[in-house]
Antibody, heavy 119, light 108 residues
Framework: QLQLQESGPGLVKPSEALSLTCAVS??????????WGWIRQPPGQGLEWIAS???????YYNPSLKSRVTISVDTSENQLSLKLSSVTAADTAVYYC???????????WGQGILVSVSS | EIVMTQSPATLSVSPGERATLSCRAS??????LAWYQRKPGQAPRLLIF???SRATGIPARFSGSGSGTEFTLTISSLQSEDFAVYYC??????????FGGGTKVEIK
């Protein structure tokens, strides 16, 4: 059974970088036609897609965040990573990783991790 | 960017009643639409993809319909576990993938 688990710091200072990891079990991140992505949800707001990538392919980024975001995969660890630079309070959110089936819908999600940006 | 608009923002329904949720796209997305359920403290769950296909393990009381710019998620007879927030997502034109703002289904 596919499972995804996000990890990383729960608190990041303004202007610093946010780094998260998503451990994938039950599927290989380098197999199939699946993309792997990050989505976030700020408090009281809706879902916002951040980025997606396919092993061996080019990443896709939300234009609104593109200048600050890097997504990557580590096949040796079977994990997905996200780095968001120069964070502000507006980046406070629950961050989810998810498998994006065939470049379309997100069929399995992690539990999410709350990241707060505060000094 | 395709803007997804969901209505109503909140829907008050009694257990056993039907719930009808709407999602509108700012331009046609064909049938490239998914629906998700999110409960507090839980991961979002895929309900519907391709506008009308139920995901694995989703009860038959959940059904999706529509194409182009107008979509509907119907829960035929609300159960206690169905009170949650529901989101639609288009994947016809991306990046960016876009989600609707959500509809909260609450107990009347």
């Amino acid at each position: 059974q596919l499972q995804l688990q996000e990890s990383g710091p729960g608190l990041v200072k303004p202007s610093e970088a946010l780094s998260l990891t998503c451990a994938v079990s039950g599927d290989s991140i380098s197999s199939g036609n699946n993309y792997w992505g990050w989505i976030r949800q700020p408090p009281g707001q809706g879902l916002e897609w951040i980025a997606s990538m396919y092993y061996g392919g080019s990443p896709y980024y939300n234009p609104s965040l593109k200048s600050r975001v890097t997504i990557s995969v580590d096949t040796s660890e079977n994990q997905l990573s996200l780095k968001l630079s120069s964070v502000t309070a507006a980046d406070t959110a629950v961050y989810y990783c998810a498998r994006q089936a065939s470049m379309n819908w997100f069929d399995t999600w992690g539990q999410g991790i709350l990241v707060s940006v505060s000094s | 960017e395709i803007v997804m608009t969901q209505s109503p923002a909140t829907l008050s329904v009694s257990p056993g009643e039907r719930a009808t949720l709407s999602c509108r796209a700012s331009q046609s997305v064909g049938s490239n639409l998914a629906w998700y359920q999110r409960k507090p403290g839980q991961a979002p769950r895929l309900l519907i993809f391709g506008a009308s296909s139920r995901a694995t393990g989703i009860p038959a009381r959940f059904s999706g319909s529509g194409s182009g710019t107008e979509f509907t998620l119907t829960i035929s007879s609300l159960q206690s576990e169905d009170f949650a927030v529901y989101y639609c997502q288009q994947y016809n034109y991306w990046p960016p993938v876009t989600f609707g703002g959500g509809t909260k289904v609450e107990i009347k």
